[in-house]
Nanobody, 116 residues
Framework: EQLVESGGGLVQPGGSLRLSCTAS????????MTWYRQALGKTRELVAD????????DYADPVKGRFAISRDDAKNTVYLQMNGLKAEDTAVYYC??????????WGQGTQVTVSS
């Protein structure tokens, strides 16, 4: 089981990025997919999650209205569209796949830096 994130980078305040996380070795469509982030010196926090089938999507308050999570089960990929980026969005972003105890997988993370 493997999750690989991509799409991070350096962007100016107000800019946009789209993160991708592609899974292999698991039945992707059956997992809740979640994006977390961890800023330097801070604890990891949930950013957004999406249920199997994409029926339910939840967002942390700081990103509501700016970020959008989506999934493409045919491509085993979950996305995080990030618009209106702020300096406080700077963090390493991690992808997680979960469907219960023993079925909990993490990617290696991708760095997002928002700076002028």
């Amino acid at each position: 089981e493997q999750l690989v994130e991509s799409g991070g980078g350096l962007v100016q305040p107000g800019g946009s990025l789209r993160l991708s996380c592609t899974a292999s070795g698991l039945t992707f469509s059956t997992y809740v997919m979640t994006w977390y982030r961890q800023a330097l010196g801070k604890t990891r926090e949930l950013v957004a999650d999406i249920s199997p089938g994409g029926v339910r999507r939840d967002y942390a308050d700081p990103v509501k209205g700016r970020f959008a999570i989506s999934r493409d089960d045919a491509k085993n990929t979950v996305y995080l569209q990030m618009n209106g980026l702020k300096a406080e969005d700077t963090a390493v972003y991690y992808c997680n796949a979960w469907k219960g105890a023993g079925n909990d997988y993490w990617g290696q993370g991708t760095q997002v830096t928002v700076s002028s």
